[in-house]
């Protein structure tokens, strides 16, 4: 690849054909909730509308959804079974990929995970596309955010995968339920794929600041610029970067 862009390429006709299957951008779905609340609230006080630690979260990303619905069982002895109403094809070359729901073997690591930890069987879903992105650029696998919805049944697992190398988009699906058939309906969105580009890890310094004429300087350059206005300065100023 040779444009900087993230590229699913799909081996089931019938999850390419359907866009309402594909991966989209998270600003898709972002939850109602957020929508309705207005930028600023009586008196003059602005609210999460105004916030880049919650806008920037939409801006970021592709959400991978479940193409069917999903039912999963998983036992006490560690066994599991798993149906949906029904299949979508894979081509003749990704066979060996045929089960959607697979599973992480327990003594890779439910066995050594804390008692409170909640999770009694580490499940995966493969799904019939491959992640592809430039060289040198990676994606994180960021669970939902601001969703809400109660769930104590399941939850999707954050990760790293360094997708110029490794393709396969398969989602770590944490069970913490025995005994019960947990329904994951179709189109539920399970993750963020956000893509980024590699790079050392930024080495780490610390100061005291009323001694760092360098981050007095930083700090002050755009305080004003974003914080100097009823309105948000952050808006007008800076979410277009």
């Avoid at 002895?77 to 073997?105: C, E, M, P």
């Amino acid at each position: 690849m040779k444009k900087n862009k993230i590229k699913f390429a799909m081996f089931s006709d019938m999850i390419y054909y359907n866009k309402d299957l594909h991966p989209k951008p998270m600003r898709e779905y972002m939850p109602d909730w957020f929508k309705k609340i207005p930028n600023t609230d009586y008196p003059r006080t602005t609210t999460v509308q105004t916030c880049p630690s919650f806008l920037d979260v939409f801006k970021e990303g592709y959400v991978i959804t479940t193409p069917v619905d999903v039912e999963i069982e998983v036992k006490e002895d560690g066994s599991f079974t798993w149906q949906t109403k029904t299949i979508f094809d894979i081509d003749a070359l990704h066979t060996v990929r045929a089960d959607f729901i697979s599973a992480h073997n327990d003594v890779q690591m439910v066995n050594h995970l804390p008692k409170d930890s909640g999770i009694v069987k580490m499940l995966k879903m493969q799904f019939p596309m491959y992640v592809m992105t430039p060289p040198g650029y990676s994606c994180r696998q960021v669970p939902m955010s601001y969703m809400f919805e109660k769930n104590d049944d399941w939850e999707s697992i954050y990760g790293v995968l360094k997708t110029d190398v490794i393709n396969e988009l398969n989602i770590q699906i944490a069970i913490k339920k025995y005994n019960k058939k947990i329904l994951i309906p179709q189109h539920t969105p399970l993750c963020v794929y956000v893509p980024y580009k590699r790079e050392k890890q930024l080495p780490l310094e610390i100061t005291k600041y009323s001694e760092d004429e360098e981050a007095k300087k930083y700090f002050n350059k755009n305080y004003l610029t974003v914080h100097g206005s009823f309105k948000s300065g952050y808006l007008r100023n800076f979410r277009k970067t």
